[in-house]
């Protein structure tokens, strides 16, 4: 669950997490204190591996992964077909949140992989 609101809410942050501590316990559930967090506007805020702060955004370090990844396989003579698909569907759940020239030098990457049986 991600809660977002102006600077005063963090102030009660205590008061909302035992509101909705009691609405999971009501319903079988259990919040976990290491994935509970408070992100200020000021700092990179994180929501399942997407930055989040003005608009959803791939980050950078994500980005520069997913590109060497490609890199790495476009240099060896042949991969597995296999890997085909899960590579592309990758670059396709980045493509959602990239601008459309990161996505194309991502694409290119990937036409630079020989794929084999």
Not at 6 to 30: M, T
Request: hydrophobic share 45%; net charge positive.
């Amino acid at each position: 669950m991600v809660f977002s609101g102006p600077q005063a809410l963090r102030g009660r942050f205590g008061a909302l997490r035992a509101w909705v501590s009691a609405i999971a316990q009501d319903e079988g559930f259990a919040l976990r204190a290491d994935k509970t967090r408070v992100m200020p506007a000021h700092q990179r805020q994180y929501v399942t591996g997407l930055v989040v702060n003005e608009g959803v955004n791939y980050s950078r370090t994500q980005f520069d992964n997913l590109k060497a990844q490609l890199h790495r396989l476009a240099q060896q003579p042949q991969v597995h077909a296999s890997e085909r698909a899960r590579v592309a569907g990758e670059i396709q759940w980045a493509s959602q949140w990239l601008a459309t020239t990161r996505t194309a030098k991502l694409k290119r990457l990937f036409d630079a992989i020989r794929f084999g049986p």
